[in-house]
């Protein structure tokens, strides 16, 4: 439930208060600032509250956004005011200061009470969400010849079309912006009317997207058509649940995360679809499912890394980063650059068609081709931004990448160990350490020698992570330890040589990867990195490594893929309930909500 206190009278004909009503707002009138002090003290403090001045005029869609939005503690409107139960305090403090003001001198206006408790609430330094509204009409008219053109400002614009146009992200893709979103957003439209939430929706898509897995598993030519065709639909539900959320403004902290996750799930899921596949054709692929895995995560973990490290530094501008502004005016650069990085609509349309008219194996040969070079196109235009801009790294963006590199108690205990003052080579000694590794497993495959070089790198990686990470070019230091423990398990799977490792390294990669993608998700909903006894338990990325080592070095082959079957289920489980319990709770406990709007996925 939700109060709006409306302060002044009531305008005869307005449709203020059915628009707020229709709102969820259970609506109370205020005669002043003093009644409307009164009021909110009998609002009970789990509720949001909105105080909305009477005269009011304006599109329900611009009342909506600015008044119900979850994702923001505050919010405001000309004209209005709202605040969660976070934010409820500052609300008390602002409209009491306001009161005390309009009592204790006459030359105090009190005629718009919203508008100056916002005064207020920014003079206090409450962050206030102000939506852009657009070609809504949201004002306070103060005589009747305003009010007048502003109802017929009202009149001339349809803010269900603009709901329909706001549904869609602001951001996108080539193929999601030109044909996917032109007809998803009815869909989503649909959807709302019908009561449906986003989370439905997205688990719609989820479970259409495994049954694609299931169609391509068969390894019939008319399963792979179907699994192609069932894939683009599930990207089609994909796109209607984030537009269904902007289109009725049911966000929600369980929603991002179900979303952020299947997204994930779902296109690694068709990946293990297509290599079963290919399989009962007698193509073992395993090997390029796995190798486009690690290449799509760590592509992700770059977008990541590189993000946290820059989005609050101070000083952040460069040359490049101004050509890349200068190319955006251009407008065919921009859905060229955009195609280019490869992002989800463009990469999941080409897998369709790849694999309803080729082979798994030309469809994986064709997807790490395209994703190789968009990394490579991303990366280095990311490298340059950072060497020729100087940015200030915030302890904030430090803490983030930390956090984000996966550091576990072996390198924590080395790092404090290390002699001597912290030394500004994090990178070259991550890099070097990642390098050996996987080469070593490349040149001698499961044996000692690669185990010594998984030692040598886990001292690399103390050495990289003893000192803050705010050097230029220190947010590359989480995706070369993804790089670095992905590739190891997938090059001494290989080198195994034995029927079922691969998969087994395959599941083992996928659970590691979703709890590197769950603390992405953590860290942007302000809510910190999963604990540290879950980092310790399962091994940080060089116990991890080193083990994995250890095993390949130990065991048999066939005993070396049990090894990485049980392990994987281990870090699964460990991972996914803590997980699940510390979403459902950030869910029940009412987290602020989280929604993605930015780089396309």
Known sequence: MSTAIL???PVPGSSLEGDLRSLGFDVRVASDAGDAETLLATVPAGQRVAIVDARFVGHVHALRLGLTDPRFDAAALPGAVTVRPAARQALTRALARENSDASGSTAVAV??????????????????????LGTLVAVVPTDPQTRNEARQAVAGIDDEVVRLRTAVKSRDGFFTTHFISPYSR???RWCARRGLTPNQVTTASLITALIAAGCAATGTRGGFVAAGLLLIFSFVLDCTDGQLARYSLQYSTLGAWLDATFDRAKEYAYYAGLALGAARGGDDVWALALGAMVLQTCRHVVDFSFNEANHDATANTSPTAALSDKLDSVGWTVWVRRMI????GERWAMIAVLTAVTTPRITFYALLIGCAFAATYTTAGRVLRSLTRKAQRTDRAAQALADLADTGPLAEALARLLPGPPRKTALLSAAFGAAAVVTGAWLW???WQV???AALYVGLSAEAVERSLKGALDWLIPPVFRAAEYGTVLVLAVKADVNGALPAAFGLVAAVAYHHYDTVYRIRGDAGAPPRWLVRVIGGHEG?????????ALLAPTDFKVALTVLAVAVALVVLLESIRFWVTAHKTGAPAVHDEGEPA
């Open 341 to 344: 990085v490869l992002p989800i």
């Open 544 to 552: 991890r490594t080193l083990l994995v080592t250890v095993l390949a």
């Open 111 to 132: 005629d718009n009470v919203a508008d100056r408790v916002v005064a207020a609430l920014d003079a206090d330094g409450v962050a206030l969400h102000r939506p852009d």
């Open 186 to 188: 009815y869909l989503a």
């Open 7 to 9: 302060t002044g009278q």
């Open 445 to 447: 495959g499961p044996s």
């Open 451 to 453: 185990v010594a070089m």
